[in-house]
């Protein structure tokens, strides 16, 4: 296959309770929004009309100016939550 020319981008990692500021007003008047739900499409949550909506991912990236605050897990790998040790149980012969 031949080179397209153009790099592909990691995509931005969206962690749940981030709050994100978009680059456009929701028609409340409000630029900031929680995630609710990360997946191909990302959950979104107004902050002051309590509104819901689900973007693509794509879009989403397109429109984020900036994070307000991330979400837990958000200091761990990017898009990966960190594993909690579990102690192995013992299997009785």
């Known amino acids: 296959m031949g080179d397209t020319g153009m790099p592909l981008k990691e995509p931005v990692p969206f ?3 981030d709050i ?4 456009k007003p929701h028609p409340c008047g409000s630029f900031e929004w929680r995630v609710v739900r990360i997946g191909a499409d ?3 949550r107004c ?3 309590d509104r819901r909506v689900l973007l693509p991912r794509r879009t989403l990236e397109k429109r984020l100016k900036q994070f307000v605050s991330r979400g837990p897990g958000a200091d761990g790998e990017a ?5 909690t040790s579990v ?3 013992a299997i009785p012969d």
């Open 15 to 17: 962690f749940m309770d």
């Open 87 to 89: 102690p192995p149980t």
């Open 20 to 23: 994100v500021r978009l680059r």
């Open 42 to 44: 990302i959950g979104l």
């Open 79 to 83: 898009g990966v939550l960190p594993r």
């Open 47 to 49: 902050l002051v009309c």
